[in-house]
Nanobody
């Protein structure tokens, strides 16, 4: 079992930045592809970013590509999401997730473990 806890969410003005962090416990995240997803009210859960265990390959959703950056520190068992140039449409609950895969992946149903989420609100 992998337990995931997100932190770093909050309220920020459009154009600003936030850094989300995901702390894993229970077992090492080595061997897991890690991902960030988000869900706005009334909408489906949306892929944001993913990073593989091997070679740290990354993959981003179209709406965040070039603005967000995912990183991982396996020694600390953490995964971060640096979010820059934030827009009101980035407002959502952000979730960290883990999948037993070797490559980045955008499919919600590929991820086995999920955190409880952290709220990000971007004001215009």
């Amino acid at each position: 079992q992998v337990q995931l806890v997100e932190s770093g969410g909050g309220l920020v003005q459009a154009g600003g930045s936030l850094r989300l962090s995901c702390a894993a416990s229970g077992r090492t995240i080595r061997g897991y592809t890690m991902g960030w997803f988000r869900q706005a009210p009334g909408k489906e859960r949306e892929f944001v970013a993913s990073i593989s265990w091997s070679f740290n390959n990354t993959y981003y959703g179209d709406s965040v590509n070039g603005r967000f950056a995912i990183s991982r520190d396996d020694a600390k068992n953490t995964v971060d999401l640096q979010m820059n140039s934030l827009r009101p449409e980035d407002t959502a609950v952000y979730y960290c997730a883990a999948a037993l895969l070797r490559v980045p992946n955008s499919r919600v149903d590929e991820y086995k473990y999920w955190g409880q989420g952290t709220q990000v609100t971007v004001s215009s």
